[in-house]
Each structure stands twice: as structure tokens, then as C-alpha cells.
């Protein structure tokens, strides 16, 4: 495995690689994730709230917690990957969470999408406990996350993130330390204002080549030795191509959520972002039709059907 780190100086030592790791959230992401670290010889534990995703972990290898405050005591690394801000923080913030049931030395880890002051304030909190809070969002979709192939972008102390490795390695092969508390979370939001911006401009790019007459193979194979290529273009043209819209493991509430995020993100830092803007406006009308589980693509749908402002 090629590994990519941002600060060479953050390492640990082979004694120290024994570990157990407790994960929490078993959803499109999580299930990968999780059976990476089961492939790596780790001790697992596993808690969601689906009780047939922790029985298809257990016949994997993983152990069974009975709730998150079970899974905190018994783990050494806690790692959570949770579908929106509110779930992570009940998970690490609430009564029974992680940061309660956590213990002295301890590193806790948030792989979600959620907001820098979030992640900040459950830094704060874990350290009156002398526990150490990594932000350390993700990036490459379940395709990697089952292939242990993802971005992870952390934010925290320096020696968690050495803690924290060798569960990182399992999961990701370009794994970078971009600074403090909260600065994972705000390069997983500038991720996401690219992957936005460019799955709109796909969809409204390939509407005008099917419109004005471009065979959409042909056009494909054009774009992608062009300037105009893009991942998110490689990755929606076969969605919007073959008109894949429905269900799908990059579900529109997911982007719903994340330009909520990055809109109030950008108001608090003063910050003026009309094309991010615009994109989140644009999903705004699929949000109100209700389409939460389509893909993130079927946006072209109501570009088709002038139903766009």
C-alpha cells in the first residue's frame, strides 16, 4: 500500500501496534471501513443501531458491543462514522456517548461530515478528560472504503494522530495531518463544495450535449482528455448516461446536508460563495420534492424538465 502523509515526523513505534479499536456506524461507509480493519488482524468491536449490520460484522471476525458506552470501555481507538451532525453529537457529546464512557490517554475519532465548531467543541470537552479528539473526515465513496483506498483528512494533536495510525492505515492510503482541531473538517468541506460544483455543472453539461445532439459516448471519451474532465464528471456521466437515478450509495440527502453545512460555515467566516450558493439553492428544490435517497445525479432530472428556478 502507497501511503501519503502530510508531516513524515508523525510515526509509531512497533510495540505499540498492538491495539483494540472499537467502530461505530455500520452504514454504506462504516461497513467497509469496519471490514478493513477486521482484514488488518485488529481487535474489533462494533455498535449500530441496526442489529443485523453488527451480526454481519461478528461472522466477519468483529466482536459485538452492547452499546456505545460498552464499546468506548473496551476499545483503546474509538472511531465513529455517523450520517449527520446531529447523530454525531448525541453519539460523542451525549449522556451516555464516547467522551462520557471514555477514559484517560484514550483517542476518539469523528470520520463524519459535520462542522468545525462541532468538532472543536468535542476536542474541548474530551480534553478535560485527558482525551484526545481527532476530526478526520473521509473521502472516496463506499468503492473505497471497501477497498481501503480513502482520503483521510485529520485535524488534532500531532501524537493522537501517531495513536491513531496504524486503524488509519487499515482504512485509507493517503492519510494527512492538516493541522488543529477542526482542520480535517474544513478540508472534507472544501472537498465538498468541489464535488457539488462539479455534479451540477456534469449534469447541466451533459444536458446541453444530449440536447444539441452529442453522442454521449463519444462525448465522453472527448471530455476525459479535456480540460473540462473532473472526478466527479468520471464518476456521475455513467449515472446520468444510463439515467441510473434512483437509490444509491451517494444519496442526494447526503450533498443536502454538507451545502447546509458549508453555507453556514461561509456566513461565519464572512465569506461571499455564489457558485456554492447556487448549488445549494439548486438541491434545495430537489430536497423539497423529497428525493433524499436518489442519487446525487437525479438533479438532472428536474434540469431536464425546466423545474430549476
Not at 30 to 58: H, P, Q, W
Request: some cysteine; hydrophobic content about 40%.
Amino acid at each position: 500500500m502507497n501511503l501519503n502523509r502530510a508531516d513524515p515526523a508523525i510515526e509509531y513505534k512497533e510495540g505499540e501496534l498492538k491495539l483494540t479499536i472499537g467502530f461505530i456506524g455500520l452504514g454504506n461507509m462504516g461497513k467497509g471501513m469496519a471490514a478493513n480493519i477486521i482484514k488488518a488482524d485488529i481487535e474489533l468491536y462494533v455498535f449500530t443501531r441496526t442489529e443485523s449490520k453488527i451480526r454481519a460484522m461478528e461472522e466477519m471476525g468483529a466482536k459485538a458491543a452492547e452499546s456505545v458506552s460498552d464499546l468506548t470501555t473496551k476499545a483503546d481507538l474509538v472511531l465513529a462514522c455517523l450520517p449527520n451532525e446531529e447523530t454525531s453529537k448525541r453519539v460523542f457529546l451525549g449522556e451516555e456517548g464516547v467522551v462520557a464512557a471514555s477514559k484517560k490517554g484514550q483517542v476518539i475519532v469523528d470520520h463524519s461530515t459535520v462542522s468545525p465548531n462541532l468538532s472543536r467543541c468535542i476536542y474541548d470537552m474530551a480534553a478535560k478528560k485527558e482525551v484526545s479528539f481527532l476530526d478526520a473526515p473521509i473521502s472516496g465513496g463506499p468503492g473505497g472504503a471497501a477497498a481501503g483506498t480513502l482520503a483521510i483528512m485529520v485535524g488534532g494533536d500531532k501524537d493522537a494522530v501517531g495513536k491513531a495510525m496504524k486503524g488509519f492505515e487499515a482504512m485509507g492510503d493517503t492519510i494527512l495531518h492538516m493541522g488543529p482541531s477542526g482542520s480535517g473538517t474544513i478540508t472534507k468541506l472544501v472537498n465538498q463544495v468541489l464535488v457539488g460544483i462539479h455534479t451540477l455543472a456534469a449534469c447541466e453539461a451533459l444536458l446541453l450535449g444530449s440536447k444539441g445532439g452529442a453522442d454521449p459516448d463519444k462525448l465522453m471519451t472527448i471530455l476525459k482528455n479535456a480540460w473540462g474532465s473532473s472526478t466527479m464528471l468520471d464518476r456521475n456521466a455513467p449515472y446520468i448516461i444510463d439515467r441510473n437515478f434512483g437509490p444509491s450509495a451517494a444519496p442526494m440527502r447526503n450533498l443536502f446536508k454538507d451545502m447546509g453545512i458549508i453555507e453556514q460555515v461561509s456566513s461565519e467566516l464572512g465569506l461571499s460563495m455564489p457558485t456554492a450558493q447556487t448549488v445549494k439553492d439548486t438541491y434545495d428544490v430537489a430536497k423539497d420534492k423529497g428525493m433524499f435517497d436518489d442519487d446525487i445525479t437525479a438533479i438532472y432530472k428536474l434540469l431536464e424538465d425546466n423545474q430549476i428556478p
